[in-house]
């Protein structure tokens, strides 16, 4: 049986009660900056923590029901039980807000313990150990094939964003454009695996910050010179956007996203001809499949576009 969080009215217009969970977090973060623990380092499925996972839960409650407002549709389309993999293009710069919307959907759904991992980038544990090591608790892991492979394999789902850096720091007038790059590992994925694929869109999360401009050309034609990247981390994209709490900020920075109100939508499973390991194989049928994936959920993306605009 999957576990329902009640909604619980009071915990929302307590104060006390929500300062506690948040105070209880930020000394958790800065426990796991100050120090480190020398595990959560993204390449277990065994740090996920059910009991961390709840203590967010009712700040994860009051931004999506308060700060940014949420609209969410689509769940029906998870099965009850079973893997899937959902696939999403993120918005927000690194705060992520509809990542961390969809996962607080996933959660008062299905509880903890229906397993879900999320595939992060790996040059977070490099420049933010302690939210690294938090988002290990919850079911962050390295964005690397074994992790996905492994928990595929645990019979768990997966949450991929396969755009990376380069999509969640789009310029503010590609918001509407679904970005997977040209990263293929999913499809293989999910062909060999054959799990479906079942896409995440959102609306409303790339306005929470207004990114103007990618300088990440020149700022490497400026490494190559000798200019150092921060912490040697090559970051892939060097955005400008306004945004808190900065105002304006220059480069990949943390930010404070914006309470704008938010749609979510999960999508109709995509699903293929051929499965296994022989069409994960097949290097014209893995292009073909992510052209599908993208074509598709542009489409689902143009279509919640105009739904939000038919609102507002």
């Not at 959920?297 to 279509?303: I, S």
Request: charged share 15%; net charge neutral.
């Amino acid at each position: 049986m999957t576990k329902q969080f009640p909604d619980v009215p009071g915990s929302l217009t307590d104060g006390l009660a929500l300062g506690q969970c948040v105070a209880t977090l930020w000394q958790k973060y800065w426990q796991a900056t100050l120090t480190p623990s020398p595990g959560f380092t993204g390449w277990s499925l065994d740090d996920r923590d059910p009991h961390v996972i709840e203590q967010w839960m009712p700040l994860w409650e009051w931004l999506y029901q308060h700060y940014f407002r949420v609209q969410a549709d689509g769940w029906e389309h998870v099965p009850a039980t079973g893997q899937v993999m959902l696939i999403g293009s993120h918005n927000g710069g690194l705060a992520a807000p509809d990542t961390v919307m969809m996962t607080y959907d996933w959660l008062r759904r299905f509880g903890p313990e229906r397993a879900a991992y999320g595939l992060m980038d790996p040059r977070i544990w490099q420049g933010a150990l302690g939210t690294a090591q938090l988002a290990t608790q919850i079911g962050a892991v390295r964005a690397h094939p074994r992790m996905g492979i492994a928990a595929l394999e645990r019979g768990a789902s997966v949450l991929i964003y396969p755009g990376g850096a380069r999509d969640v720091f789009r310029p503010h007038h590609q918001r509407h454009q679904v970005c997977l790059g040209d990263n293929q590992g999913f499809i293989k994925l999910a062909l060999r695996y054959e799990v479906p694929i079942i896409p995440a869109i959102s609306v409303g999360a790339h306005s929470t910050l207004v990114v103007l401009a990618d300088l990440y050309p020149w700022m490497q034609q400026l490494h190559e010179r000798g200019l150092p990247w921060y912490l040697g981390i090559d970051p892939t994209v060097f955005p400008v956007y306004l945004g808190l709490p900065w105002g304006l900020a220059i480069g990949p920075w943390p930010n404070i996203p914006l309470p704008v109100p938010m749609q979510t939508r999960i999508c109709p499973p995509i699903t293929f001809k051929h499965y296994g390991r022989a069409a994960s194989r097949d290097r014209a049928y893995v292009d073909a499949c992510h052209r599908q994936v993208q074509a598709t959920m542009q489409v689902e993306l143009d279509r919640l576009v105009q739904e939000r605009q038919s609102w507002l």
